[in-house]
């Protein structure tokens, strides 16, 4: 069975073909087109489909697609494999809860702290018994370092790059440690008191700047950039059976 898994964010949308659990092709498309949707759907033999956005989609952005097609949006109501226990189900992103469900699929009866490290930093904990337990949501790497500029009358915007030291030696090196370092620090600090309070935990990264990370955190990681795909495949089989 061939599934499509999209993933519609603010800036981009990411598409995701599966083969019952494997990706098999991955695309990265400006914006949703529903007519390029139907005719992708269609010349890769599409039979079921699940989208999620982080925002408020168009009626007919999705449709038509071709006949016969399973079309499932994830919502706050939609069936999951994973108990959803966040007081507010309705307001929870559903990239976050799509990422939860991916790092479910990929280490199931673990510990799991999901940490997006996009426009916003984000991180949600899965316990081991397959519960979301809640998260944090903190301003990303850039979006630090463009409010310290945006925010001043004098500061100059500064893009993430190397860390020489602990302490700055000139405003940019200041600004890229009081930005890029501290979002470091305080994710480190997350996941020692996280392991302090649920156990050991294994630590799933995903989101553009993912690799900032990987190259400074301490702390084992593993990052993924497809997770969300993963988790709304994930989702799309949990609710049409017999897919794998």
């Known amino acids: 069975m061939i599934n499509l898994a999209i993933d519609i964010g603010n800036t981009r949308c990411k598409l995701g073909l599966f083969a019952g659990v494997e990706l098999i092709r991955q695309e990265i498309w400006p914006e949703i087109d529903a007519g390029r949707l139907a005719e992708y759907a269609y010349n890769q033999k599409v039979q079921n489909v699940i989208f999620s956005s982080v925002g408020q989609l168009e009626p007919d952005a999705i449709g038509p697609l071709p006949a016969g097609l399973t079309v499932l949006q994830l919502s706050a109501q939609t069936p999951l494999p994973i108990v959803n226990a966040y007081a507010t189900p309705e307001t929870l992103g559903k990239d976050r809860l799509a990422a939860v469900v991916g790092a479910f699929e990929l280490f199931p009866g673990e510990n799991c702290l999901v940490i997006d ?3 916003c930093l984000t991180t949600d904990l899965l316990s081991a018994e397959g519960v979301y337990v809640g998260g944090n949501i903190s301003p990303g790497i850039r979006m630090r370092l463009r409010a310290m500029h945006e925010f001043t009358a004098r500061l100059p915007l500064v893009e993430p790059g190397p860390i020489d030291d602990l302490l700055g030696s ?10 890029q370092l501290g979002a470091i620090l305080e994710t480190e600090q997350l996941i020692t008191r996280c392991e302090e309070r649920f156990g050991p ?6 989101g553009g700047d993912a690799e900032v990370f990987e190259k400074s955190l301490k ?3 593993f990052v993924n950039h497809n997770l969300v795909l993963l988790g709304l495949n994930k989702i799309l089989r949990y609710n049409v059976p017999l897919q794998d």
């Open 117 to 119: 490290a996009g426009t």
């Open 201 to 206: 935990l294994r630590v799933l990264f995903t």
């Open 219 to 221: 702390k084992k990681i």
């Open 170 to 179: 000139s405003t940019e090196t200041a600004l890229r440690n009081g930005g």
